[in-house]
């Protein structure tokens, strides 16, 4: 009798490893549910839309592709730009260096340098249109006389009275006028805007002035003066010697435009001498301070 409760004791014993205790159970179970993931819980699926396009990804990316290769072209195009531009630039300044090497800093004219002449440099940016302007009426007196040259020797070949000493005079005028305008009313008008020196603007009025009744003179043109102006053209004409006759037109029209055109200058440039207070005595105490030098060097 008295061994029958120690064998249930023993029984129990036995069956407590088998089985858990029901709180170790509770537990357990608590935990594995913890740990499942809850497929309502994630927000990941709601993220994505079910009707969005499966390649919209793929496009954009393309888009991303191509507009970074159209930049990295355009990059491209505008170093290739710079890089020309510096070539350019170094080849400006190599030929520059070789020119003054050869000549000092004279750069006109250009097929053989004898002074320096450079408007966009020299000259007050407020004067350098009307220098520029200047230079252009220069140049085209220096076409008017070659064109006056051709047209004499049409002259002379259409049986012109004075054909002869029209053509020796217009072959002598036109080398001779053009160096002698450049120096003794271009350049000082050019001098004086750049210095504001009163000794350049009395020269320049002095032998500006000789010149306008010069184009006068050769505007009318008078048989033997060398000249095809108007009356050598009209003489060609009724002769019917066309080519002469429009060959002087031209020349005609050169000194009239050269001519009209110093003309308004001259009274723009006494106006800007007198506003500026340049006097003769100022432009003699020039002359008799610095001498020659006042007139022929730049500095």
Known sequence: MVDEPREGQNAIQREAPEGRPPKQKRQKRLQELENTKDPFASTASLDVNPFDDPFADQDSVHKTSQYSHEFVASRTAELDHREQDLERRERELHQK?????KHGRNNWPPFFPLIYHDIAEEVP???RQLITRLYLLWLILAGTLIVN????IFVLTSGGSDGVKDLIISIIIAPVISVLSFLLWYRPVYNGYMKEQSLYYYVYFFFCGWHLAFSLYMLL??????SAGIIQTIQRFSHGALVAGIL???ATVGWAIQGLGNAFYYRQIWAHHAAAGHTMEKAKSELATQGAK?????G
């Open 97 to 101: 260096a070789e020119n003054i090497r």
């Open 125 to 127: 940016e407020a004067s």
């Open 149 to 152: 040259m051709v047209a004499c």
């Open 221 to 226: 043109g008078i048989p033997s003066t060398g």
């Open 248 to 250: 002087g037109v031209v």
């Open 294 to 298: 006042a007139y022929f060097t730049r």
